[in-house]
T-cell receptor
Framework: AQTVTQSQPEMSVQEAETVTLSCTYD???????LFWYKQPPSRQMILVIR??????QNATENRFSVNFQKAAKSFSLKISDSQLGDAAMYFC???????????FGTGTRLQVFP | EAQVTQNPRYLITVTGKKLTVTCSQN?????MSWYRQDPGLGLRQIYY???????DKGDVPEGYKVSRKEKRNFPLILESPSPNQTSLYFC???????????????FGPGTRLTVL
């Protein structure tokens, strides 16, 4: 069975600095999708970025980028120029190629200090 | 506006009192799913549905029921709630994916349930 591990329960960063959130996963599949979701205090689940495993190029969305290491089964999220609004819980999630089910990690709570 | 709605947003109830959390989407999505979120455990899938009248268990289905009589609605039913079902619940929907056409899942706003 696939698993997703987020080993950092909490992280903090100063405004305008860069922070990296870690995620590792375990799977025997060769094709799959990986996601980062943001959950602010409103509790809404917001998709931040997605990565297709068959693409070697790392996904980027404005200040958010990933470092996808397929062989190491690692999928970290880098937030550049951190803003106060980035403070939230971040979840890493895995989805198999032929399924719609998401498997989530336990989350990393990010604090942003002025 | 494309959205997934859930009701109620907050609910406090007592052990054994049947309740239903509704979920509705306006995007004509085939796939709908329920997750529960607990501290230190992330989100875990309870049940899912791939179309009308097609439902199946997720990872933590015990104590829950679902139905899919219409494409847009996917209610979660707790027939005899217990305190260990106190949690934050999310409904999600997406177009049914096939291989490399993985669609984004849209999440509802969440329902905070407390069972006393």
């Amino acid at each position: 069975a696939q698993t997703v591990t987020q080993s950092q329960p909490e992280m903090s960063v100063q405004e305008a600095e860069t922070v990296t959130l870690s995620c590792t996963y375990d799977t025997s599949e060769s094709d799959y999708y990986l996601f980062w979701y943001k959950q602010p205090p409103s509790r809404q689940m917001i998709l931040v970025i997605r990565q297709e495993a068959y693409k070697q190029q790392n996904a980027t969305e404005n200040r958010f980028s990933v470092n996808f290491q397929k062989a190491a089964k690692s999928f970290s999220l880098k937030i550049s120029d951190s803003q106060l609004g980035d403070a939230a819980m971040y979840f890493c999630a895995y989805r198999g190629y032929n399924t719609d089910k998401l498997i989530f990690g336990t989350g990393t709570r990010l604090q942003v200090f002025p | 506006e494309a959205q997934v709605t859930q009701n109620p947003r907050y609910l406090i109830t007592v052990t054994g009192k049947k309740l239903t959390v509704t979920c509705s989407q306006n995007m004509n999505h085939e796939y709908m799913s329920w997750y529960r979120q607990d501290p230190g455990l992330g989100l875990r899938q309870i049940y899912y549905s791939m179309n009308v009248e097609v439902t199946d268990k997720g990872d933590v289905p015990e104590g829950y029921k679902v139905s899919r009589k219409e494409k847009r609605n996917f209610p979660l039913i707790l027939e005899s709630p217990s305190p260990n079902q106190t949690s934050l619940y999310f409904c999600a929907s997406s177009l049914l994916s096939a291989g490399d056409s993985a669609d984004t899942q849209y999440f509802g706003p969440g329902t905070r349930l407390t069972v006393l």
